[in-house]
């Protein structure tokens, strides 16, 4: 078996995990300070005293639920910049702020891609990676079942000068539009994934990923050709092992040149440098 990857996201000037334990942690999005859940932060934090704007309390990973108690300063969206892109964060109800800041070491991969790639990015949310993709040239397919999704990416778009840019928004059930493109014979230099673990497409498609990853990451591979890049998949807050990604990957791209690396996602902790784990991945790419 291959070494585990462990991919750091470093604080950057519009967000940064400052502290973190006792199953929180202290984040700073912007100009604002918030306090969010984290079971996996089980060690104890480096300072007691949080000062924050926010905090999201009750509800837990798993049921979901939970509310965010916020001062009257916070507004409802502020503008922040991540990996040269501009987004409206925002505390949603959902517990997050807008965006996932760990998926950095990825939209790093987007952004070194030749001019003129095609990027399919799937479950692709507020459109971060999109936007990173466009940014450096490509042409991308940006899909999500939720319109209000789509139209928060659209709006970063704007927000970013990149509204004219070739992005073709799709607000679809992602099986559902990449079995077309393989019936279509699509092919795509670079494809992004981050399924939920649960979720519905606009018409109530039942997304459940233990059960339909296997396939769409199968249909996903036979958009790929000697020719493409990289395909990157991501999951979070479900009990899989990155190790069960590679296994899954690995042998759908054995006719590809290139190889398949798993492993772990992590933020760095800005002033202790304590690395916390976010999520899983897996990655085929043709080169390095
Ligand atoms: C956590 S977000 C992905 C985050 C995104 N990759 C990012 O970095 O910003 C999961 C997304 O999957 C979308 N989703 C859920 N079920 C879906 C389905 N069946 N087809 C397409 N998108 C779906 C949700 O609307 C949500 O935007």
Known sequence: MRDLETLVAE???DFALLDSGHGRKLERCGPWRFIRPEPQAMWAPAADDWQADGEFVGGSDEEGGGRWRLSDAVPPAWPIEQAGVHLHAQCTPFRHLGFFPDMAPHWAR????PEGSEVLNLFGYTGV?????ANAGCRVVHVDASKKAVEQARANAQ??????????????D???FVAREVRRGRRYDAILLDPPKFGRGPEGEVWDLTDHLPTLLADCTKLLDADSRV????TYAIRLSAIALDGLLSPL?????????????????????????TAIFARWSAGG
């Open 253 to 277: 791209v054995t006719s590809l040149p290139g190889h398949v690396r798993a492993g772990e996602m992590t933020i760095r902790e800005e002033r202790r440098g304590t690395l916390l784990p």
């Open 174 to 176: 992602a099986r559902k």
């Open 159 to 172: 927000l970013s000068g990149l509204a004219d840019k070739p992005i073709r928004w799709i607000t679809e």
């Open 231 to 234: 395909l990157i998949l991501t």
């Open 110 to 113: 987007l952004a070194a891609l």
């Open 129 to 133: 990676a999109s936007l990173v993709a």
């Open 11 to 13: 604080p950057t000037a």
